[in-house]
């Protein structure tokens, strides 16, 4: 079992729709969790960083972390076709190293 | 922009030579983290340096190793390059061990 896991993708949605990207994991001593958006040949860009069970909305991102489930999702509102990249699932253990999955590709089409 | 630096951006070397990578952290941060990123992968951990001193390592071979400078800057090097070393280096800096890791531009190696 992968540490991080994230559907590969692509998810397509249609433009204005609501993008809803989903991560797992394993050990249950994470404690952060993070989302990281990569457009292609480029470095990850940090967008949210969620570390309590509920909802953190930022704009037209919303982090949803279930502890008990094990389970981290994001939603984008109002998708953009800009908002087409990879997006990396992220969790750390207090001082530890990051552990990412390999990513959810997402498609926003016109 | 991040404000993390890396040099070069680019890099072609072959089989069995050295290569050493450089990162510049984002002003105030004083841990850098190294990351190798294979195409279509997550970025896996290589290691953490925190004011000058190795603070964890993934499951890389001696051959990678690092260090962090007074100013908090930091090299990868890694020796006898092999073609599995073809990837995406990602430096990542924070303000604290515990804080968020923000990204550099990467380094992309070519090992022929």
């Known amino acids: 079992q992968k540490e991080v896991e994230q559907n590969s993708g692509p998810l397509s949605v249609p433009e204005g729709a609501i993008a809803s990207l989903n991560c797992t994991y394993s050990d249950r001593g994470s404690q952060s969790f993070f989302w990281y958006r990569q457009y292609s040949g480029k470095s990850p860009e940090l967008i949210m960083f969620?570390?309590?069970?509920g909802d953190k909305e930022d704009g037209r991102f919303t982090a949803q972390l279930n502890k008990a489930s094990q389970y981290v999702s994001l939603l984008i509102r109002d998708s953009q076709p800009s908002d087409s990249a990879t997006y990396l699932c992220a969790v750390k253990r207090n001082t530890d190293k990051l552990i990412f999955g390999t990513g959810t590709r997402l498609q926003v089409f016109p | 922009e991040t404000g993390v630096t890396q040099s070069p951006t680019h890099l072609i070397k072959t089989r069995g030579q050295q290569v050493t990578l450089r990162c510049s952290s984002q002003?105030?941060?004083?841990?850098v983290s190294w990351y190798q990123q294979a195409l279509g992968q997550g970025p896996q951990f290589i290691f953490q340096?925190?004011?000058?001193?190795?603070?964890g390592r993934g499951n890389f071979p001696p051959r990678f190793s690092g260090l962090q400078f007074p100013n908090y800057s930091s090299e990868l090097n890694v020796n006898a390059l092999e073609l599995d070393d073809s990837a995406l280096y990602l430096c990542?800096?924070?303000?604290?061990?515990?804080?968020?890791?923000?990204f550099g531009p990467g380094t992309r190696l070519l090992v022929l």
């Open positions: 340096y925190y004011r000058e001193e190795e603070n």
């Open positions: 002003s105030g941060h004083n841990t």
């Open positions: 990542a800096s924070s303000f604290q061990l515990s804080e968020t890791q923000y």
């Open positions: 969620i570390y309590s069970n």
